[in-house]
T-cell receptor
């Protein structure tokens, strides 16, 4: 069965420090992974997807099939990055997403 | 375009009461979803609808029913609410590989 694990419920860093939000998954098929973000008082929105290999708002994430990980990284955190971050796995022919438990990122001034 | 809309935004129920959460999207998407969000558990899929006229169970369907009324609307019904159903409920719709979420409904069952 598919599973997504985000081991940290809360991550607190100072502005300008590097950030890494961890995500590990288990899935027997070929994984398609995403990061979603929920800013305060806003709806959940897509941040990035592994297929695109893009950098959004300075964030990147690389799929490591050997370690079954999809960690989200940013070299220099900003206060506006404070939010709830969810890693998600696409499965069942793309019809379903399984989400991790989420990590709350707090960037202190 | 409004995207995905949900009503109501907040609701308080007593145990045993029933209610329907409404969701609509104006993006002409085929697939729609209902999730619940609980602290530390992320979002868990309750039901989804791959297309108009079809619905399927997700991870946590017990205590819920859904109706895909037409392409735009996908409602979630609680027939007899229980305190364990206190949660934030999100509706979503999907294009090729991105899900778009509504603002959520915060439900409290006393």
């Amino acid at each position: 069965a598919q599973r997504v694990t985000q081991p940290e419920k809360l991550l607190s860093v100072f502005k300008g420090a590097p950030v890494e939000l961890k995500c590990n998954y288990s899935y027997s098929g070929s994984p398609e992974l995403f990061w979603y973000v929920q800013y305060s008082r806003q709806r959940l929105q897509l941040l990035l997807r592994h297929i695109s290999r893009e950098s959004i708002k300075g964030f990147t994430a690389d799929l490591n099939k050997g370690e079954t990980s999809f960690h989200l990284k940013k070299p220099f955190a900003q206060e506006e990055d404070s939010a709830m971050y969810y890693c998600a796995l696409n499965h069942n022919a793309g019809n379903m997403l399984t989400f991790g438990g989420g990590t709350r990122l707090m960037v202190k001034p | 375009n409004a995207g995905v809309t949900q009503t109501p935004k907040f609701q308080v129920l007593k145990t045993g009461q029933s209610m329907t959460l409404q969701c609509a999207q104006d993006m002409n998407h085929n697939s729609m979803y209902w999730y619940r969000q609980d602290p530390g558990m992320g979002l868990r899929l309750i039901y989804y609808s791959a297309s108009e006229g079809t619905t399927d169970k997700g991870e946590v369907p017990n205590g819920y029913n859904v109706s895909r009324l037409n392409k735009r609307e996908f409602s979630l019904r609680l027939e007899s609410a229980a305190p364990s159903q206190t949660s934030v409920y999100f509706c979503a719709s999907r294009n090729y590989n991105e899900q778009f979420f509504g603002p959520g409904t915060r439900l409290t069952v006393l």
